[in-house]
T-cell receptor
Framework: KAGVTQTPRYLIKTRGQQVTLSCSPI?????VSWYQQTPGQGLQFLFE???????NKGNFPGRFSGRQFSNSRSEMNVSTLELGDSALYLC????????????FGPGTRLTVT | TQLLEQSPQFLSIQEGENLTVYCNSS?????LQWYRQEPGEGPVLLVT?????EVKKLKRLTFQFGDARKDSSLHITAAQPGDTGLYLC?????????????FGTGTSLTVIP
């Protein structure tokens, strides 16, 4: 069974731009969660989607948004990028919301200059 | 401040030594997970513990969930270079507003051959 895939793997953007990251969950998994990982703050929860609905949201500004499609694929968008948005963005999929077992993708490394 | 504090933050040991990583919080968790993350990859789930006082063994790794479900430990016996990586604990908190995983600050382990 194929794992979680994230595209692109690496991205360089400049301040003020916006970016869209994509995540394809494991086949059959309907829940997708997004996390931001930085050396200073560690792994922090962004939001979770299930059946195209956002079920939970972490403590991030409104510049961070996401959506999920009918095939469970998910995208997250960051508008008006800031230097502090540079991070590894991880997507995790699971069968159900807040399932005990979530499987992470390799992440997208975003660098904002 | 992080909800889950891990110690030590960094650990460098010789092959064959034993080690213990701690994950502590003042919050109660429905379940607690341990992950290992290697450079350039997403975290990989090692174990999930659910019951207070629960102990799980996976080959040379022993995981324990505190009786009050606020803390956990990971013990590795006879460490090998393949154990090198970032170890993360993650606690699940369930609430009326939604369930959410909170990740620890991480322990970077280096096992020297």
């Amino acid at each position: 069974k194929a794992g979680v895939t994230q595209t692109p793997r690496y991205l360089i953007k400049t301040r003020g731009q916006q970016v869209t990251l994509s995540c394809s969950p494991i086949s059959g998994h309907r829940s997708v969660s997004w996390y931001q990982q930085t050396p200073g703050q560690g792994l922090q929860f962004l939001f979770e989607y299930f059946s195209e609905t956002q079920r939970n949201k972490g403590n991030f500004p409104g510049r961070f948004s996401g959506r999920q499609f009918s095939n469970s694929r998910s995208e997250m968008n960051v508008s008006t990028l800031e230097l502090g948005d540079s991070a590894l963005y991880l997507c995790a999929s699971s069968l159900a919301p807040s399932s005990y077992e979530q499987y992470f993708g390799p992440g997208t490394r975003l660098t904002v200059t | 401040t992080q909800l889950l504090e891990q110690s030590p933050q960094f650990l460098s040991i010789q092959e064959g030594e034993n080690l213990t990583v701690y994950c502590n919080s003042s919050s109660v968790f429905s379940s607690l997970q341990w992950y290992r993350q290697e450079p350039g990859e997403g975290p990989v789930l090692l174990v999930t513990v659910v019951t207070g006082g629960e102990v799980k063994k996976l080959k040379r790794l022993t995981f324990q969930f505190g009786d009050a479900r606020k803390d956990s430990s990971l013990h590795i016996t006879a460490a090998q270079p393949g154990d090198t990586g970032l170890y993360l604990c993650a606690g699940l908190i369930t609430s009326n507003t939604g369930n959410q995983f909170y990740f620890g600050t991480g322990t970077s382990l280096t096992v020297i051959p």
